[in-house]
């Protein structure tokens, strides 16, 4: 056949056309068979997954919860139909607040921006400013609650730990946060912190809550510190007068209990001695009615006995001695010139 300068044999086109359809009936076999085979490799991998030693996994079909598994290897429906979200439940997990850490290391970097000094700057309870930073150490108690209860349950968790700090320092002053009431504030800001966790059911349990660092604003930091420091000195004075005050009255309690008790012991003494010598007259006097003569001779000589040693040498001799002078061992030498006379 011609047809404008081209010839075609009719029996060569179709056997062309014919072997074209065999080749690609065959091709077509191949295909599908290559699909199937993708398709099961898939369906194997995506059927296989593994939970950690600290997570759990929670497998949700088609968006509904339908069950818990535990670490190791597990399988599941693949191409979507079931899908597996791992929850640590067994990991210590932190929240921080004022700061973000870098570089975690011995000598660990921080970072500070306008977010962070927005959510660390607060007012006190005697209206002064403070610049709060604070960390949250919290565990996943229900990984069901954790996942289902609340939407962004990690925001939420970080406003809630927001508010309760802001909440404490409200009703507390600027010296207690920056001094002694550090401990406490911190206290109640996690008690009110799993307060609100219980409330709104997130499944989280609040492990501690520690305040990192506490500074006035940098604005009036320079002011503040010469407060703080006057402060200081005062507290050293008042310690320092106490110290001394503790010193001396138990000093001057002892002495004065001392005095009292040598004059109540001089008192008992001079009693005593007053009953005794009344005793011992009364008793002189019953004797002295039995026998007043040898009772005055012995009181006499009683008390001879106890004057006479006093008053040195002794010269007795009898006054009816007349005429003869009598000879006194008046002793010689210097003995006798002294005791002469």
């Known amino acids: 056949m011609a047809n404008g300068g081209w010839d075609f044999d009719q029996d060569q086109l179709l056997r062309t056309a014919r072997d074209f359809w065999n080749r690609l009936r065959g091709s077509r076999r191949f295909i599908w068979a290559a699909i199937g085979i993708v398709v099961a490799l898939a369906g194997l991998i995506g059927s296989y997954y593994q939970v950690e030693p600290d997570e759990v996994g929670l497998v949700t079909r088609f968006g509904r919860f339908v069950r818990t598994t535990n670490p190791g290897p597990h399988a599941k429906i693949p191409f979507g139909i079931e899908q597996v979200q791992k929850v640590p439940v067994q990991r210590q997990l932190k929240q921080e607040f004022g700061f973000r850490t870098v570089h975690a290391d011995v000598d660990s970097t921080y970072r500070k921006d306008e ?38 349950v990690e925001q939420t968790f970080r406003l809630m730990a927001e ?3 802001r909440t ?28 609100l966790c219980k409330r709104y059911d997130n499944g989280i349990s609040v492990q501690q ?16 510190n010469e407060v703080n420091q006057a402060i200081q000195e005062r507290e050293r004075a008042i310690n320092e007068a106490w110290a001394e005050y503790n010193q001396e009255i138990p000093r001057a309690r002892g002495l004065a209990e001392q005095k009292i008790e040598a004059s109540e012991g001089y008192a008992v003494d001079r009693v005593n001695r007053a009953k005794g010598d009344a005793g011992r007259f009364i008793a002189l006097q019953e004797e002295y009615r039995k026998a007043p003569e040898v009772t005055r001779t012995r009181i006499y000589l009683e008390t001879l006995s106890a004057v006479l040693p006093a008053a040195g040498k002794k010269l007795i001799f009898d006054e009816k001695a007349k005429g003869i002078l009598p000879l ?5 030498g210097a003995d006798a010139t002294k005791e002469a006379p």
């Open 328 to 332: 006194f061992p008046l002793g010689s």
């Open 209 to 224: 809550l520690v305040l990192q660092d506490v500074d006035p604003p940098e604005s009036v930091k320079p002011s503040f």
């Open 115 to 152: 977010k962070t000094a927005a959510e660390s700057s607060m007012l006190t309870g005697d209206l002064n400013v403070a610049t709060v930073e604070w960390i949250v150490q919290y565990k996943i108690s229900d990984p069901y609650k954790y996942l289902f209860k609340l939407r962004d």
């Open 163 to 165: 508010a309760s700090m």
């Open 168 to 195: 404490v320092v409200g009703d507390h002053s600027v010296t207690e946060l920056l001094t002694v009431g550090r401990e406490a504030i911190a206290a109640k800001a996690k008690e009110l912190l799993s307060d």
